[in-house]
């Protein structure tokens, strides 16, 4: 109704933010393909300035599309190719998990059982092997927590509360407020701080181990 009122390009008002919507295939098709470079970016969310995400901390999911953001994600896509991935090494790592995951199914010897855990196991552990240098053990403690935390984060990002906190960005200066709606956020960085001070303990400059250590040796320089 609205498209056939204001036609493909029409602007709405969402408290403090201005939102554009597209309508129609060549529309989206000349903002997205065409003009891709002045669309490239994504939203910006105050609240993660609040959780740990600073202006040199972004990474690349959090990010704003720019030149940084490029520079990264070529370093990134560069230092997972030397470990492996998209070569037969990086198939190695997920055929000998995949032995981990059969003995982990032959182990509940033929009792029902919640098969999206072992395989959520998995798979974080075939990037655990690229980015910490090793694997765990499915019963692993520490284990266990990380993928509970990053389970956590993700249900939360989607809660009612964050999107009022991105919607009205004056909100995430209540003294608190930030920290307490994105608990498992804050967590999960905490964990991940533990995890690459662990690293730092044992990580020798001339002998790059994972994707940690080699982003270790691009910040020193």
Not at 60 to 68: M, N, P, S
Not at 99 to 117: N, R, T, Y
Not at 140 to 166: A, I, Y
Request: proline share 3%; glycine share 6%; net charge neutral.
């Amino acid at each position: 109704q609205l498209q056939k009122k204001f036609g493909n390009i029409f602007s709405l008002q969402n408290c403090w933010t201005n939102l554009v919507v597209l309508n129609g295939y060549k529309t989206v098709k000349e903002a997205l393909v065409h003009k891709s470079e002045d669309f490239a970016d994504r939203p910006y969310f105050p609240i993660y300035e609040h959780v740990g995400y600073g202006k040199n901390s972004e990474g690349i999911v959090v990010a704003r599309y720019g030149h940084t953001w490029k520079e990264l994600r070529r370093f990134t896509l560069s230092t997972l190719r030397n470990f492996g991935m998209g070569k037969k090494s990086l198939e190695e790592r997920v055929v000998e998990e995949a032995g981990f995951l059969c003995s982990a199914i032959k182990s509940e010897k033929g009792k029902s059982f919640d098969i999206h855990v072992l395989l959520n196991n998995a798979v974080c552990n075939v990037i655990c092997t690229i980015v910490f240098g090793d694997r765990f053990d499915y019963g692993d403690e520490t284990f266990k927590r990380l993928s509970q935390l990053v389970q956590n984060s993700l249900e939360e990002e989607t809660g009612f509360l964050p999107q009022v906190l991105n919607a009205v960005p004056i909100l995430v200066h209540i003294p608190g407020l930030p920290q307490k709606v994105f608990r498992a956020q804050r967590e999960f960085v905490d964990f991940i701080d533990g995890v690459i001070d662990k690293h730092m303990k044992t990580w020798d400059p001339a002998h790059a181990r994972d994707l940690t250590d080699v982003f270790l040796q691009e910040m020193e320089k």
